[in-house]
């Protein structure tokens, strides 16, 4: 049976949906939890309700907005500075579009890609990698 004890885990999305609950699900089985989103206020106010739960859990809270590709490789950067190997990836923030394609904006589109595809295959790779 694969043991959660002493393990990492990374969760991008986290302070909401899905991601949140996620979040809320690993703190109790883990020794730290990395949690990624855009809005630092939401990700330290998770962070301030784990860390009541779950007192000896050590989280660390990274803001992010990963549509952009150097916000993606500036967090790669600042994980690395904390030389953590992630255990368990959760890539959960994601982009949707309810508007037809041909009536998208060209923005809109290379932001759900870059999110979606670019920024869940790169950390992907650096969790492997670790």
Known sequence: MFSTLNRVALVTGAPAGIGLEVAKA???KLDSLIVIARRIDRLQQLSAELQSRYPS?????EAADLSH???VQSLLERLNAHDRNVDILVNNAGLGESELFEHSPWIRIRQIVELNVLAMLRLTHYCYLA
């Not at 859990?57 to 809270?61: A, D, P, S």
Request: proline residues 9%; glycine residues 0%; hydrophobic residues 65%.
């Open 26 to 28: 690993l703190a109790s």
């Open 57 to 61: 859990l050590n989280i660390l809270v």
């Open 69 to 71: 590709p150097e916000a």
